[in-house]
Nanobody, 114 residues
């Protein structure tokens, strides 16, 4: 059974940082393409960043210079370091895995507000 469990969300002020984590099980984490998506209230879910099994990363233009995605294969964990957070980053953040099929976590709330 595939499980993706996010953690690390919370409420911060603009300019602050957060680090999201995703613990993965039930997949071949070493070769899966892992990623983060987000969904703000009233909006569609959108791509944030992903990273291949080989370590190649891609980012949405809106976060490219502020967020860093990384993975730890022995621990089967995915991370998203979010720096210089803005109010428009407020959303539920979802962990995603592409390994034969697509899998999603349950999401973690990130709120950026002064």
């Amino acid at each position: 059974q595939v499980r993706l469990v996010e953690s690390g969300g919370g409420s911060v002020q603009p300019g602050e940082s957060l680090r999201l984590s995703c613990a993965a099980s039930g997949i071949n984490f070493k070769i899966a393409t892992m990623g983060w998506y987000r969904q703000a209230p009233g909006k569609q879910r959108e791509f944030v960043a992903n990273i291949t099994g080989g370590g190649s990363a891609d980012y949405a233009d809106s976060v490219r210079d502020r967020f860093v995605i990384s993975r730890d294969w022995p621990k089967n964990k995915l991370y998203l370091q979010m720096n210089t957070l803005k109010p428009e980053d407020t959303a539920v953040y979802y962990c995603h895995a592409h390994w034969v099929r697509h899998y999603w976590g349950q999401g973690t709330q990130v709120t950026v507000s002064s």
